[in-house]
């Protein structure tokens, strides 16, 4: 199918039978996720024979943020008859920023302006909390683990934007090979309560993981957090990189004066190399005073990807030349020095 213009191109398109519920890409290229107004309008002005007006949009957000997916809306617009200019991905902005200008026949973009608006309203929430994350860090590492909180059609996205915003790394197989790094990860709790004891699992992992691999050991499922770190650094020695805290709500989750414990009697012990890394449901203020405490790193799931989308709008600045508004909005192009010029 070719890209809609019209509603006529998309009857017959009802009943669309998928035992995964999301859009594929060329869905999404073909127009299939506008919301149907757009189609509307482009037959309205067919009929007026304005569907091909030159008109200037520009996008702007509605509060600061990270900015990302740019890349995707590259993809939607590649090929037009249009121009285009946008900020880079990463850069921070202010609500009302401009940070794409558009300019061109209507019918060559106006279709795209749901998938558009949803690609970077997305993408720039979640690049905005990772750098919320990456700040509260103090120049420690993190990783993003928020795969499992959304739909796995748009983890790749969400990781991708983490990584903008300031993530180390990300456990997502698919998300890793998008953008071309080694997924990461340490063991789950599955790992150790299926292989029934902490220190045999870390043995069969450290004799099956490759000699460069960085040996991180969960050592909460089964026995006193302390207790564990010390029985596995003993039997791994120089092979362990460090132990991994991820003590659950119900046992009051991972605490400073735990992180600072573990801490005293890894170095008592003479294991002052083992770093501590840490998971669990972590959020920016909680990060820094577990720093502060001892640990060195950080897993980070639902505050990167649970974050709300930075609503975005695109508004139509320029008819054929001539600045135009809806009552509140200034008429004409709004400047911003970071905008260049991709297509």
Known sequence: MKQVKSLKDIEGISNIDREIHSATHDDILKGLTTDVYFLRTLDILGSMKLENSIVTAEIFARKPGIFAGIEE???????????????????????????IRIK?????????????????????????????????????????????????????????????????????????????????????????????????????????????????????????E?????????????????????????????????????????????FENVKIFVSGGLKPDKIKLLSEAGADSFGVGSYISGASAIDMTMDIKEVNGQPVAKRGRIPGIIENDKLKRIF
Not at 82 to 90: C, F, L, S, Y
Not at 104 to 125: I, K, R
Not at 210 to 217: A, L, N, W
């Open 73 to 99: 809306v590259k993809a939607m617009l590649k090929g037009k008859d249009i121009e285009v200019w946008a900020v880079d991905e990463g850069e921070s902005f202010e609500p009302k920023e401009t940070l």
């Open 104 to 224: 061109g026949p209507y019918s060559e973009f106006g279709v795209f302006e749901t998938a558009m608006l949803g690609s970077l309203a997305s993408a720039s929430g979640w690049a905005s909390a990772s750098r919320e994350v990456k700040e509260a860090c103090g120049g420690k590492s993190f990783l993003c683990f928020g795969a499992r909180h959304v739909h796995p059609a748009v983890a790749p996205v969400m990781e991708r934007a983490a990584v903008i915003g300031g993530a180390n790394g990300v456990s997502c197989v698919l998300a890793g090979s998008m953008i071309g790094i080694n997924p990461t990860g340490t063991l789950p709790h599955a790992a150790m309560l299926i292989g029934g004891d902490t220190l045999d699992v870390a043995k069969a992992y450290n004799e099956v993981s490759p000699e460069d691999h960085k040996r991180i050991v969960l050592v909460d499922t089964f026995k006193d």
């Open 226 to 270: 302390v207790e564990e770190s010390i029985r596995i650094a003993k039997e791994l020695g120089d092979k362990l990189y460090a132990i991994r805290l991820d003590t659950p709500s119900e046992r009051g989750g991972v605490t400073p004066n735990l992180v600072r414990e573990v801490r005293s009697k890894l170095d008592i012990n003479g």
